[in-house]
């Protein structure tokens, strides 16, 4: 065989190799094929206005979603994180109309986060409690602190506040055509802090290695316990942010807020690649899994669709998720033939 057909024949797209792009980069076919559609379901969808209330609205879910991948990868969970959000975004109301301060009320919902999440990862890592069960409790610990401390009642006239979830940069009296939604800057910033955790630094690999074998990751010299503990953390610290993010998106400070929310944000991880195995997932995958959940939700609300079948269609797409996420699991561990092999 000459230089040339060697060439030819590796610039030639062969069914391995389609195969391949599609099996790395499915996720982002996907979200473009929903935007795709989108736009010719409904004409009202790709406008500037629609596509920035979508990233607005999901900027939330995607902070959550972001903490939910780096504990899936790690083998845990959390499952209180729409309850902590609650908590965490109604007591920082608190110390601003209190203070007058917002940077004191921002610390002070992230700071929530971590303390609810800091019980999540004692009872995980130190009582080896079973990560369903421990953020299971913190949930109803979590929703009794926010109804006990508000009685139930929702908080308003919360002032400056809004500027978390409502204002832009630039602000809107400045010349720049350009204004950048506060919650949209997060929302990114967030990802690429979670790439960087992931990809860059001792502790995501030690958050791959915990959830692709925790016997393995002991044995080479990881504090298996200690890389729980730590997960929580660093979910607190979102889970917190995006408290803030939230009550400040509505103006008002909601004691229900982020019902079912810990779902979507499982829901996004899960679509976006994040194997529930453990020690598989990307915070790319993750920003278009949940990119491709706010999208179906927009086109859905602009079609008119029955909010029940909403629901259903939701539910439907998180089994095919997880139904998949098997699937994929059960082939990569299924051995080869020896003619593959050899």
């Not at 994180?81 to 908590?87: F, Q, W």
């Not at 019980?119 to 926010?146: C, D, E």
């Not at 960087?196 to 504090?223: D, H, M, P, W």
């Not at 807020?257 to 829901?267: H, I």
Request: hydrophobic share 50%.
């Amino acid at each position: 065989m000459t230089d040339q057909t060697r060439g030819a024949e590796k610039g030639r797209l062969s069914p391995a190799k389609i195969s391949a792009f599609l099996g790395k980069y499915s996720i982002f076919v996907i979200l473009v094929l929903a935007v795709v559609i989108s736009s010719f379901l409904s004409p009202n969808f790709l406008t500037v206005a629609n596509i920035t209330n979508v990233l607005r609205q999901n900027s939330v879910v995607s902070i959550l979603a972001f903490g939910e991948t780096m504990l899936i990868i790690a083998g845990l969970i959390d499952l209180s994180s729409g309850a902590v959000l609650a908590v965490s975004g109604i007591i920082s109301i608190f110390v601003f109309k209190a203070t007058g301060s917002l940077p004191l009320s921002f610390v002070t919902g992230l700071g929530i986060g971590v303390m609810f999440n800091l019980l999540s990862g004692l009872m995980v890592s130190v009582w080896k409690t079973p990560p369903f069960i421990a953020t299971l409790a913190v949930t109803t610990i979590s929703r009794g602190t926010v109804l006990l401390i508000t009685a139930g009642q929702s908080v308003y006239q919360i002032g400056n506040f809004v500027v978390f979830g409502q204002g832009s940069l630039p602000n809107e009296n400045s010349p720049f055509p350009l204004h950048i939604p506060i919650p949209i800057i997060f929302m990114l910033l967030m990802l690429l802090i979670t790439w960087y955790v992931l990809n860059q630094t001792r502790l995501g690999r030690a958050f791959y290695a915990t959830g692709g074998n925790e016997e393995a990751a002991n044995a080479s010299g990881i504090k298996v316990a200690q890389t729980k503990f730590i997960c929580y953390i660093v979910n607190g610290i979102l889970v917190g942010l995006a408290g803030v993010l939230f009550m400040s998106r509505v103006n008002a400070g909601i004691p229900n807020a982020g019902v079912n929310y810990e779902f979507e944000a499982l829901t996004a991880a899960i679509i976006g690649g994040t194997s529930f195995s453990g020690g598989v997932g990307t915070a790319l995958g993750t920003l278009a899994g949940a990119l491709i959940v706010g999208i179906l939700n927009n086109i859905m609300n602009l079609l008119g669709v029955n909010p029940y079948v909403q629901q259903i269609i939701k539910g439907s797409i998180i089994a095919l998720a997880v139904i998949m996420d098997i699937w994929a699991k059960n082939r990569r561990s299924k051995p080869k033939p020896l003619s593959e092999s050899a």
